[in-house]
């Protein structure tokens, strides 16, 4: 995580056990949005976004989830809009 300038660790570990966590009750046929966690970790959600999707980004680079947009994937800090995360 420390490539990435801003990320504190603590709280990048909860977000990824968090997105990990999700995606597996979802299961590898349902997906959800960044924001879901965000919202799990915080009542004002939105200034988590950022840090929610270098988590994400840094699980896709791992392969361990998946990013869509549109069903098509994507790279959660390339793409614009809202994004679909899900198991591989």
Known sequence: MDQRPGLNDKQARA?????????QVRGPKKSFCP???????CSDWRPMMP???ACAAELVDQGRLRATQ????????RAKGPIRLRLP
Do not use: I, N, Y
């Open 15 to 23: 977000v990824t056990a968090r997105l990990l966590d999700l995606a």
């Open 35 to 41: 924001f879901e966690v965000a919202r799990a970790l």
């Open 51 to 53: 840090l929610v999707r």
């Open 70 to 77: 549109k069903g098509l994937p994507v790279h959660p800090l």
